[in-house]
């Protein structure tokens, strides 16, 4: 059983977890974190991935891409 995170609390935590400075310690600001070719596990096995940050710049992105499929499939 999971306990549900406000959208205040989730903000708090990139905040205070991946902002030390207030730029996004995880994707630049970008957005968008590319880990593939560059993350394996200790057994040497390739886990990147090309993924939308959880800061607001990457979830903004998210919604927006998600958007605008929504568009063209209608
Ligand atoms: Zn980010």
């Known amino acids: 059983m999971?306990?549900?995170?406000?959208k205040g609390q989730f903000a708090d935590l990139w905040l205070n977890e991946f902002a030390p400075k207030h730029l996004c310690c995880l994707c630049g600001n970008r957005?968008?974190?590319d880990t593939r070719g560059k993350v394996f596990?200790?057994?040497?096995?390739?886990?990147?991935a090309l993924?939308?940050?959880i800061c607001p710049n990457g979830r903004s992105l998210k919604k927006q891409i998600f958007l605008s499929k929504e568009q063209r499939d209608e």
């Open 31 to 33: 957005g968008i974190i």
């Open 2 to 6: 999971s306990r549900p995170i406000t």
């Open 51 to 53: 993924v939308y940050c």
């Open 41 to 48: 596990s200790p057994a040497g096995i390739e886990c990147g």
